[in-house]
């Protein structure tokens, strides 16, 4: 089992009780895994893979994985930015899968 398939089972047992779920397009979850775990060889920490990280982590703690804007961007659209983690219904295409805009402050890339 590769360390993103690994990524996958752990976090998939933690973050689903919260109401997380992860993209029904397992191969597009296992690339953004991937990424994942790169930024984190190259940081040390898990930043998102969908902006661009400064390598402080204390600037980039907003956008460590699940970053801060999780949550908000799955109950406006369905779900995060990356489209790593939706909504149940965004799964069921009981919603539409909408764009999700950038809510990180400018200042902030």
Do not use: H
Not at 75 to 86: P, W
């Amino acid at each position: 089992m590769s360390e993103a398939e690994k990524l996958y089972e752990m976090l998939k047992k933690t973050q689903e009780p919260k109401g997380f779920f992860f993209n029904r397009d397992k191969g597009r979850v296992i690339e953004l895994l991937e990424a994942l775990l790169q930024n984190k060889e190259r940081y040390g920490y898990m930043s998102c893979p969908c902006r661009l990280a400064s390598r402080n982590r204390d600037q980039d703690k907003d956008i460590i994985c699940p970053c801060v804007y999780r949550t908000e961007d799955i109950k406006d659209y369905g779900s995060c930015y990356c489209s790593l983690y939706v909504s149940s219904d965004w799964n069921d295409r009981k919603i539409s899968c909408e764009y999700v805009p950038e809510r990180r402050p400018p200042e902030k890339y």
